[in-house]
């Protein structure tokens, strides 16, 4: 193992996979010669040329929606959106074009596509470019969608991604691109299977879900609530869809005790859905309320403390965590 | 004379009248509540598709808005395909699960009736892209209406295509109503064909009642791109004699209008050409238009025969190879652990 950041281990996934498979190529806007936005694309376009890494004009629902179309024709297109709050603009395209042709040709054309880049609240970007928008494609049939919160997983999460025969949603965390972890060594194979939650932390007394940005709130939540003798399994989800129903159900039946903590919004959230199916298959097994924490029901405000008081963040999970344990 | 590379315009002919004729059954199905959902008819548009599908090899790709029938018969679909997948049935063109609307057949290079308007002018830019990226001399023939020139897909595919230079042949469809609504009432400039001036792509205007005038444009073209990719944009100027869907009663429209056209119509006009150059006597075309009756014809008791699609098959097309890990249907395990990894195994399991 070596530590590398999170933008390095997305930048090696692409690379690795684009080398393997001539198939796949990267799209999008500045991934070329600016070397992406945020630079998770860095070189590419000196190693791979111009064929397989292509600049396009700001465009999205044109080339999301030529991404699909080549991808129903036997190419494996990597789209990327330099935020996933400029998705909107693709909407049609990500939702009614990608994930409906396998159904609507009855079963002759799928696409296998991954759309990819940050997602989620950054810092002080306003409401139009915080979109936290998993829950939104969650809603979607046909698509799958992961949630990277670490350099190991990002590497095997967006391989994974550009293998899967289906529309993939990478959703990336904007403020962990220059955060480190340990991962495998370059000459190993690194996949990480969609729909395989990981348990960052063993406990008793309460699950705490979460995934993406939560994921380090949620291992602080814990760290603090052990001082106080309460002690927090921390679940990192990973995938949204399909979502690690088993190992969710078999924590909480352990614990008897769930906090999900979610990045967006609380209507219709994630959270909404894993306690739906949590008191719906293991009710017996709970001992107290779920909680939820995610972000309050406004449209984000620029103000740095507004903000902060917008989103979820460790000390409302330990709040959460006390009022059940 | 048609080109080496043209297909045969007796053969075009019967076609056409295959396209009419099912149609015309559709519509009865229709009224008898045999078909669901919305059904929009070609009758008077047939020259457009089938002088393109003249002028093209049977690989190049090909994709189209919702008024669809046409374009798979075109293709070689079969018309008990094309009236089982009307009808919902396992045995459609799309197993019954796309309708009226999704016609697909990727055998026959069909790649889609995509029923958002504009939405799949984009899809038809990633098909030609493939091409180029795979350095294959295959076009793509992108069908639309009028109605599509105003959406932001299409004009940014036609940026894409422009850039790029993609090797796709935009087809615009004018019927001169996008619904209800006439090209004068949506469109900000007289002539459609000039919205490719803007992207520099070249435009051709055809009349697209006459089938030999659409086949040797659209070869023409093809014949260009194929050496040296690039994309074009043909507007052609046709019909619709029904309303927008069964359920127009098209009244905004006025009757002498609709009989200037018919007067035009494609396939009586085809069949006086071949006919005075002597290629095709009355016996034969009365033979022709016979088998293309029957055909239709058995292509509705096909139709009703065939089954239903299956209740199980429900989440069959969902994702490809069904890797869906919803276990939710089932218990946790007692001992944590090693249950979830086996169960996440299996998942090709049906939700």
Sequence with gaps: ?325 | MPRPEQRDEVEMLAMMLLIRRFEERASQQYQAQKIGGFCHLYIGQEAVVAGAVAAARPDDYLVTAYRDHAHALARGTSADACMAELFGKATGCSRGLGGSMHFFDKENHMYGGHAIVGAHVPLAAGMAFASKYRKEDRVTLCFFGDGAINQGGFHEALNLAGLFKLPVIFICENNFFAMGTSVKRSTSLEHVVDRAEGYDIPGEIVDGMNFREVRDKLSEIIVSIRKDPHPAFVEARTYRYRGHSMSDPASYRTKEELEKFRLDDPITRLRAQLTREGKLSNEQFGEIDKRAKEEALASVRFAEKSAQPSLEDLYKYTYLRGVDVDVSARKPSPSAGTAGKQERAADTAAP
Excluded at chain 1, 18 to 46: C, H, T, W
Excluded at chain 1, 174 to 184: A, R
Excluded at chain 1, 210 to 224: D, K
Excluded at chain 1, 308 to 319: F, Y
């Design chain 1, 1 to 325: 193992m070596r530590e590398i950041t999170y933008r390095q281990a997305l930048n090696e996934a692409l690379a690795e996979e684009i080398e393997r498979d001539p198939n796949v190529f990267l799209m999008g806007e500045e991934v070329a010669e600016y070397n992406g936005a945020y630079k998770v694309s860095q070189g590419l376009l000196d190693r791979f040329g111009p064929t397989r890494i292509i600049d396009t004009p700001i465009s999205e629902n044109g080339f999301a929606g030529l991404g699909i179309g080549a991808a129903m024709v036997g190419l494996r297109p990597i789209v990327e959106f330099m935020t996933f709050s400029f998705s909107f603009v693709a909407f049609d395209q990500i939702v009614n074009n990608a994930p409906n042709m396998f159904t609507m040709s009855g079963g002759q054309f799928n696409v296998p596509i991954t759309f990819r880049g940050p997602n989620g609240p950054a810092h002080q970007l306003g409401a139009t470019h915080s979109h936290a928008t998993e829950c939104l494609y969650a809603n979607v049939p046909g698509l799958k969608i992961c949630t990277p919160a670490t350099p190991r997983d990002a590497k095997g999460l967006l391989k994974t991604a550009v293998r899967d025969n289906n529309p993939v949603l990478v959703l990336e965390c904007e403020l962990f691109y220059s955060h480190k972890g340990l991962v495998e060594p370059e000459d190993e194979e690194l996949l990480i299977p969609l729909g395989e939650a990981e348990t960052k932390r063993e406990g008793s007394d309460v699950t705490i879900i979460s995934y993406a940005q939560t994921v380090p709130m949620a291992l602080a939540a814990a760290e603090n609530l052990a001082e106080e003798k309460i002690n927090a399994e921390v679940i990192d989800l990973r995938s949204i869809k399909p979502l690690d129903w088993p190992r969710v159900f078999q924590s909480v039946t352990k614990t008897h005790r769930v906090v999900i903590a979610e990045q967006d919004r609380p209507f219709c959230g994630i959270g909404a859905e894993i306690a739906y199916r949590i008191q719906r298959e293991i009710f017996d097994a709970l001992d107290a309320p779920i909680m939820r924490v995610a972000q309050e029901d406004v449209p984000m405000p620029y103000n740095e403390r507004l903000e902060k008081a917008v989103l979820p963040n460790t000390e409302k999970i330990i709040a959460a965590v006390k009022k059940i344990c």
